[in-house]
Structures are given as C-alpha cells and as structure tokens.
C-alpha cells in the first residue's frame, strides 16, 4: 500500500515538474520577398477564398469541404474546411485588418483536437515594388497539451506547410 502511495506522488510531482517547464505557447511564422507592390501582395491576402489557390493543406486535400460565410475580405468572414486527417476540421475568421499593413484572424480547430491559435499576415514595402510578407500563428500550451509540446516542435509541425504554402503565394503572384 505504501508503495503505491509513492508511485502516485511520485507521478504527480513528475507531472508538475513538467507542467513547469513546458512551453506556454508558441509563435510559428515564415518570412518571403514579393517582386510586387504592397497594395497588390495585401489585397490578394486579405480573401480567405484566395488563401485556398496556395495554402499547402489544400493540396493536402483537394476534395475537403469548405463553406464562406459572411464577406471575404472583411472582418467577420469565416471560412469553414472539413478534410481528410491531415487537414482536419476548423474555420478561420478575419477578426482585424489594418489596411497595407497587417491581416489578423483566429484559427479554430475542431478536429483532430480543439484548439484555437491566432494567425497574420504582416505585409513591408521593401523597395523597388517588392514586398516582405510575414505569414504566422501563435498560441498558448494549456495543461496537458503543454506536456505534449515538450516531445513536440510546432515550428517542425508546421514551418515547412508554411513555407510552401509562401513559396505557391509568390509563384501566383509573380507569374
């Protein structure tokens, strides 16, 4: 019986140890240089129906689900997907736009897990018609999923769909 009783203690002292050093959130973003004018690169970003034509996880599933509701390209249009495992099932809402400047939304994730993260765009003229854009999610690591992301790199989980998924925007609009 005592020894039971210390194998209890012991598991939860291990898991408030690791409770306290687990991440509390993290930031995910990847950076690309456009050869095309801010108001162009800015204007083509804020439609959630035109992040479809490069987002990597669409091509993970060209057959998910998707549903617009209220006005692309404004605050408070949401767009729905329902997909395969890899793409899961969410919606991602517009809730801030400065204009020229930065887009900001909220992804909520539905399945495999609950989960909501924030997500941008930040857009910087960089000279000579070329424009820098930033495209990142961040979040906060609640208990117990923080202990997961002890095991777990979110920038190796998703910085590579990132960058492809920069690398299509600046293909479409360039070409």
């Given at each position: 019986m005592n020894t039971l009783i210390y194998?209890?203690?012991?598991?939860?002292?291990?898991?408030?140890?690791l409770s306290l050093i687990a991440p509390k959130g993290y930031n995910v973003f990847?950076?690309?240089?456009?050869?095309?004018?801010?108001?162009?690169?800015?204007?083509?970003?804020?439609?959630?129906?035109k992040?479809?034509?490069w987002s990597p996880w669409a091509r993970k599933d060209p057959n998910?689900?998707?549903k617009l509701t209220g006005?692309?390209?404004?605050?408070?249009?949401?767009?729905?997907?329902?997909?395969?495992?890899e793409v899961g099932e969410g919606e991602q809402e517009i809730t801030k736009i400065i204009d020229g400047k930065r887009i900001e939304g909220e992804l909520r994730f539905l399945k495999p897990w609950?989960?909501?993260?924030d997500c941008y765009f930040d857009v910087k003229e960089i000279g000579g018609?070329?424009?820098?854009?930033?495209?990142?999610f961040s979040g906060k690591n609640k208990f117990p999923i923080s202990i997961?992301?002890?095991?777990?790199?979110?920038?190796?989980?998703?910085?590579k769909d990132f960058e492809e998924g920069l690398r299509t925007l600046k293909e479409q609009l360039e070409s």
């Amino acid at each position: 019986m005592n020894t039971l009783i210390y194998v209890i203690v012991g598991i939860v002292l291990l898991l408030l140890i690791l409770s306290l050093i687990a991440p509390k959130g993290y930031n995910v973003f990847r950076k690309i240089e456009i050869n095309k004018p801010i108001s162009e690169v800015f204007e083509h970003l804020k439609y959630l129906q035109k992040q479809q034509e490069w987002s990597p996880w669409a091509r993970k599933d060209p057959n998910m689900e998707k549903k617009l509701t209220g006005t692309d390209g404004e605050v408070g249009a949401i767009s729905y997907w329902n997909g395969n495992k890899e793409v899961g099932e969410g919606e991602q809402e517009i809730t801030k736009i400065i204009d020229g400047k930065r887009i900001e939304g909220e992804l909520r994730f539905l399945k495999p897990w609950k989960s909501t993260s924030d997500c941008y765009f930040d857009v910087k003229e960089i000279g000579g018609g070329k424009t820098e854009v930033t495209w990142g999610f961040s979040g906060k690591n609640k208990f117990p999923i923080s202990i997961m992301m002890l095991f777990m790199n979110m920038d190796k989980a998703v910085g590579k769909d990132f960058e492809e998924g920069l690398r299509t925007l600046k293909e479409q609009l360039e070409s």
